[in-house]
């Protein structure tokens, strides 16, 4: 190969000549500076290296990898479309920064959608819109055997761990919940003293890991999650079986981002990596799971407990169903995180390969709940790119009553999507430990941006939703959202999918497409 006969030319004659002529002529050294760096890094990748390409391509077959390095941004700032990004792309970022900074959110000249491509959704208008009150944007949390139900905005901060994100970020993020009246998700990070230090409303997330109620071996700890649970800054505690991203996989959290403070958090080792278990250890089965929500319901002094999961086998969710009925004990409410939903790190097979997508989890839980007959009694708050107001429209008209968001939080306080949040090296100072980039986030101005953008995004939400001629978010329909088909038509999700009746699972006669998950389901066991 030519690249690699040159650098053995320079090397073994080059060099020499250089040398000789230098001697004859001084000026000709400075040729050294050079020949003399390539010449060694030139050895080292024929007689050290471990890649291919650099030992048949020594020294220019590093620009490939310094290509490479940042062929991400080269992505994002000079090839992709306004809407071609991924996971979000130009025009929703763009939307959040505008709606965070209180800018002009706008758009001149119609839409950049292929309105007809497969997969489109839209809403249906009306010619009678309607005025919505501003109390729609709030909807109360908790059942029946719930004693302090909690008074909740319609779009919250998702869950996401102190250690995944920086301080300042989660300080920014809470801020912006207490300056808004929202709630702040802990994520399975623990309760750490930034998420109380702006005294935003607090659910707090208990994962496998325990961390924040944790035994020195690892398992759950009622003394430490009583003591924590009491503070009147958390509003519900949330039980996490698993998240969209990476289901059935323990939450992981680099080496590099475990530094002394966080460690102390969450009672691990420092510098190694955190891997959640991917089950509870503090109860087992869906009944187990029951007994564990009445139990942190006793002592928490009767808040709002539920829990969060990606849908997987269907029915393992109808056996957490059938437990209900059988223990009589209710969650308060359950998440519904979509296989679309984000982290900071995971598996890539468990991202791209897992998990049921939101809209489908969304109706298959809203009608497992509907046909049990326990739907009016808990309230189910779903996670999974949920962005703007229209996300927010099609989600609860598809069976959700609140939604959360997390990506669309970090747009707010300033992430820019470079998706290093699992290497520290986060270039916005959102997704790292390291102190010097976490300070560039601005606390003060931040949760100003996370305030604006909540308000904005449920003011969209309340005029797209009186521009459907709707007055209330129980107006909502499946049939008010439309999606385009392969056969370039476009459908309701009232046509795409079976709606079930009340009580529909309880009778002689279980709807077709649910009695084999149903007939398999055991409350006893998932």
Not at 190 to 207: K, V
Not at 261 to 273: C, K, L, N, S
Request: neutral net charge.
């Amino acid at each position: 190969m030519i690249v690699r006969r040159i650098y053995f030319a320079v090397a073994f004659l080059g060099l020499p000549l250089t040398v000789l002529l230098g001697l004859l002529w001084a000026p000709a050294f400075w040729l050294l500076v050079l020949i003399v760096p390539y010449v060694l890094i030139g050895y080292w990748d024929v007689k050290t290296t471990k890649h291919n390409v650099l030992n048949n391509y020594p020294v220019l077959g590093h620009f490939r990898y310094m290509l490479e390095f940042v062929s991400p941004e080269i992505r994002q700032y000079f090839v992709e479309t306004n809407e071609s990004g991924r996971p979000y792309n130009r025009i929703i970022r763009g939307l959040v920064y505008s709606r965070a900074k209180g800018q002009v959110d706008t758009q001149a000249f119609g839409t950049q959608y292929d309105i007809m491509t497969v997969g489109y959704h839209r809403a249906n208008h009306s010619l009678a819109p309607k005025e919505v009150d501003v109390s729609e944007e709030r909807v109360m949390l908790g059942g029946p055997q719930c004693e302090k139900p909690y008074h909740a905005s319609r779009l919250n901060v998702s869950a996401m761990s102190f250690g995944a994100l920086s301080a300042n970020a989660i300080r920014a993020l809470n801020g912006g919940a207490k300056d808004g009246g929202f709630a702040h998700n802990t994520g399975e990070g623990g309760l750490s003293p930034h998420h109380l230090a702006e005294g935003g409303d607090i659910i707090w997330q208990i994962g496998t890991g325990y961390f924040g109620c944790r035994t020195p071996e690892g398992g759950f700890d009622k003394d430490k999650f009583a003591e924590k649970a009491h503070k009147d800054v958390v509003k519900a505690i949330e039980i996490k079986l698993s998240q969209g991203a990476k289901p059935s996989h323990g939450g992981v959290l680099p080496a590099a981002k475990v530094d002394e403070e966080i460690a102390e958090i969450r009672g691990v080792p420092e510098h190694q990596d955190v891997i959640s278990p991917p089950i509870h250890s503090a109860f087992d089965g869906p009944t187990g799971l029951m007994e564990f929500v009445q139990h942190l319901r006793e002592m928490s002094g009767g808040k709002p407990i539920g829990f969060k999961l990606c849908i997987g086998d269907p029915s393992e969710f109808m056996a957490i169903c059938k437990a209900m009925l059988d223990t009589g004990i209710l969650p308060d409410f359950i998440t519904v995180d979509g296989a679309e939903g984000g982290t900071g790190a995971a598996p890539v097979e468990f991202t791209n390969r897992l998990g049921m997508p939101l809209n489908e989890a969304l109706i298959f839980v809203n009608n497992c709940l509907r046909g049990v007959g326990l739907r009016d009694k808990i309230r189910i708050i779903c996670s999974g790119k949920v962005a703007t107001g229209f996300d927010m429209v099609e989600k609860l008209a598809l069976g959700a009553d609140m939604c959360n968001a997390a990506r669309a939080m970090m747009f707010a306080i300033g992430c820019i999507q470079a998706l290093h949040c699992n290497t520290n090296r986060c270039p916005s100072g959102v997704a790292t430990q390291d102190p010097v980039r976490g300070s560039a986030i601005n606390v003060p101005q931040k949760r100003q941006r996370v305030h604006r953008y909540h308000d904005a995004t449920l003011e969209s939400f309340r005029e797209i939703l009186g521009a459907m001629g709707k007055e209330k978010v129980a107006d909502l329909r499946p049939s008010d959202i439309r999606r385009r088909t392969a056969d370039e038509r476009e459908r309701s999700y009232a046509e795409l999918y079976e709606f079930l009746d009340e009580g529909a699972l309880l009778g002689d006669q279980v709807p077709q497409d649910y009695a084999a998950a149903w007939g398999r389901a055991s409350a006893a066991h998932f």
